[in-house]
């Protein structure tokens, strides 16, 4: 990247050769834009990857996931609920959950859940669509994303253009 030259400390320039340059924005401001950007542009795309993910999990449950009884055996005050079933395999599982809903069960209740086939330490409460909701909520996260990674892109472009600008009208070319 060249620099335009500069003229001597002596030099008086002929009229309508040389302006100063008005002042433009910093080169700071569209580095850090570009900066933002691209963190911005990163979270988006892990956002989008784990809302991809959650629609799937969510889709996978609700099509291959198998329903039946568990028995809770602990509750934390955290809403953390241990639970123990059996499969349709007769393999003794035991899971702990965390608990979204309000209405957290007692030790020794029973409770329908969702488990896994392909994992059976992964459990929902039957009826439960925790993951699509985190899905959208990482959905809307990547699309605020993507708005400000494209916004701050914007604005490093035109700050790159109004500096150009103005070295252009301070130092012309020779035509």
Do not use: K
């Not at 008086?12 to 050769?17: C, D, E, K, L, M």
């Not at 439960?128 to 708005?147: C, K, N, P, T, Y």
């Amino acid at each position: 990247m060249s620099h335009p030259p500069q003229p001597p400390p002596h030099w008086t320039p002929h009229p309508g050769y040389y302006r100063p340059a008005e002042p433009g924005p910093s080169v700071g401001w569209a580095v850090s834009l570009w900066i933002v950007a691209g963190l911005s542009l990163v979270g988006t795309l892990v956002c989008g990857a784990i809302a991809g993910y959650g629609f799937w999990i969510s889709n996978h449950m609700a099509t291959e996931g198998v329903t039946t009884t568990a028995v809770v055996t602990e509750v934390s005050p955290l809403d953390d609920v241990t639970l123990d079933f059996t499969t349709e395999t007769g393999q003794r599982v035991t899971a702990d959950v965390v608990w979204w809903s309000s209405d957290v069960p007692a030790v020794d209740d029973e409770v329908a859940v969702v488990y896994d086939p392909d994992d059976v330490t992964y459990v929902l409460p039957e009826g439960s669509d925790e993951d699509r909701i985190m899905a959208i909520i990482f959905s809307v996260a990547a699309g605020v994303g993507l708005l400000v990674s494209v916004g701050t892109a914007i604005g490093a472009i035109l700050v790159h253009r109004a500096r150009s600008r103005n070295a252009e009208t301070a130092w012309p070319r020779p035509h």
